[in-house]
């Protein structure tokens, strides 16, 4: 059974950094593909950053490009996304999950996906 384990959040001032962590568990065949997602009060679930297992493309929401970094580590079967120069409207639950998508392509983040529990990061002074 997949599991996914996500770390690494917190409270951070604006403009500092903060690294998620995703360990994940078990069998991955039926997602090729791993993302980060995450979901502020309020406001529906969005897709921030996917990373292909296949291919090793990747994919970044506008609002976080530049500024996050998603990457993996195959030996210890953990993704990673790594925030700079956080801001408050970065406040959220981030969510880690595999993703059916092959390329992390432009709808990635609307297809099935298997969740973590999720890691709360808040941005504020």
């Known amino acids: 059974q997949l599991q996914l384990v996500e770390s690494g959040g917190g409270l951070v001032q604006p403009g500092g950094s903060l690294r998620l962590s995703c360990a994940a568990s078990?069998?991955?065949?039926?997602?090729?593909?791993m993302g980060w997602f995450r979901q502020a009060p309020g406001k529906e679930r969005e897709g921030v950053s996917c990373?292909?297992?296949?291919?090793?493309?990747?994919n970044y929401a506008t609002s976080v490009r530049g500024r996050f970094t998603i990457s993996r580590d195959y030996a210890k079967n953990t993704v990673y996304l790594q925030m700079n120069n956080l801001k408050p409207e970065d406040t959220a639950v981030y969510y880690c999950?595999?993703?059916?998508?092959?390329?992390?392509?432009?709808?990635?983040?609307?297809?099935?996906?298997?969740w973590g529990q999720g890691t709360q990061v808040t941005v504020s002074s």
């Open positions: 999950a595999a993703v059916s998508s092959r390329s992390c392509g432009s709808s990635w983040s609307k297809g099935s996906a298997y």
């Open positions: 078990g069998v991955t065949l039926n997602y090729p593909a």
């Open positions: 990373i292909s297992r296949t291919v090793g493309s990747t």
